[in-house]
């Protein structure tokens, strides 16, 4: 009969899941940047559906974590502020979906 | 537990990708680009009757204008609607079935150049170059019909096929050449208007309140 340790044990890898990227709209916003070279401000809007706001307090929480960065361009002579996923964010992306898929495997139903 | 195998490790990115990638292909712009190019090709080496004025310079400059008309319309009228995004490089198999249109059709011009001195290819040639043609044509529009999962570029794909197989039937090079890059150039032309225009009715411009910071 299993312990009472060695189950829990089962649940630490759900604990130990990037919490930054977990958030449904963070989640969509890195997926989204890690497809694309880069893309501004209203195109991530249009295609995560967030508003403006909550797009910006997602990016900065991403910003912070070092997954997203910001620079401003010149794009056919016209300024644009671009967002795109760093390689730390790309990476982050990967091991959260490998972790998410071991976690769901190895659940019932 | 393993990671199930059958679980490609890019499918969720094809998915996310292939979203990004239809937003930026709904406005039709790439196939008037194409459409424009291929009528250009079209009149030049098609029946000289038809087409009063000398083709050669428009032949020439026709490439540079459609990549210019199709920059103008994205920056004037897409961005602003749907904001920027520069997708990643095309697979390498579009990038070889591009590369092998441009070729064959490249070919096509040199050979109706070269025709048109005297100096003229076997009889075989043409059907062979049209088969090829409407494979690779047909090709590319079929995977990008995969890349951006939108049904338009398979039909394509097909008008392309029909067309060029169609023109296997008519005694006359020029107007099977007509037939071949006239009636899908016509096709993408078309098609490419009206969803630039459905386009532009479903994406109204945002109001200038800094959507761009």
Redesign the interface.
């Known amino acids: 009969m299993p312990t009472p340790e060695a189950e829990n044990e089962g649940l630490q890898p759900l604990a130990q899941i990037d919490r930054v990227i977990h958030e449904p709209a963070r989640l969509a916003i890195l997926?989204?940047l890690?497809?694309?070279?880069?893309?501004?401000?209203?195109?991530?809007?249009?295609?995560t559906g967030l508003t403006?706001g909550n797009l910006?307090s997602h990016m900065t929480r991403l910003e912070e974590a070092g997954y997203v960065e910001v620079t401003k361009e010149f794009?056919?002579r016209?300024p644009?502020?671009?967002l795109r996923a760093t390689k730390k964010g790309r990476a982050a992306l990967?091991q959260y979906?490998?972790s998410l898929?071991?976690i769901l495997?190895?659940l019932p139903g | 537990?393993p990671?199930?195998e059958s679980?490609s490790?890019d499918r969720?990115?094809l998915d996310?990708?292939r979203?990004?990638y239809r937003?930026l292909n709904e406005d039709g712009i790439v196939d008037i680009a194409l459409g424009l190019g291929l009528l250009f090709v079209a009149l030049y080496v098609g029946p000289r009757h038809l087409v009063r004025w000398n083709m050669t310079g428009w032949s020439a400059l026709g490439p540079i204008l459609v990549v210019l008309v199709a920059?103008g319309l994205r920056?004037r009228f897409v961005?602003p609607r749907?904001?920027?995004?520069?997708?990643?490089p095309a697979s390498p198999a579009i990038i070889m079935m591009a590369a092998l249109n441009l070729l064959l059709v490249g070919g096509l011009v040199v050979t109706a150049i070269y025709a048109g001195r005297g100096t003229r290819p076997p009889a075989s040639f043409f059907p062979w170059l049209f088969r090829a043609l409407a494979l690779a044509g047909a090709g590319t529009l079929a995977l990008m019909g995969r890349r951006t999962g939108l049904v338009r570029f398979y039909v394509h794909a097909a008008v392309i096929a029909v067309a060029a197989l169609a023109s296997l039937a008519i005694r006359k090079t020029s107007y099977g050449l007509l037939l071949m890059l006239g009636l899908p150039g016509l096709v993408l032309l078309v098609t490419g208007l009206v969803c630039f225009f459905i386009f532009l009715r479903r994406h109204p411009k945002?109001e200038a309140t800094g959507?761009?910071?």
């Open positions: 997926g989204l890690s497809g694309l070279v880069s893309a501004d401000f209203l195109f991530v809007q249009n295609q403006g910006s794009v056919d016209i644009r502020t671009l990967r979906k490998q898929l071991r495997s190895s | 537990m990671v199930p679980v490790p969720t990115d996310v990708g979203r990004a937003a920059r920056t961005y749907i904001g920027y995004a520069q997708i990643r945002p959507a761009n910071p």
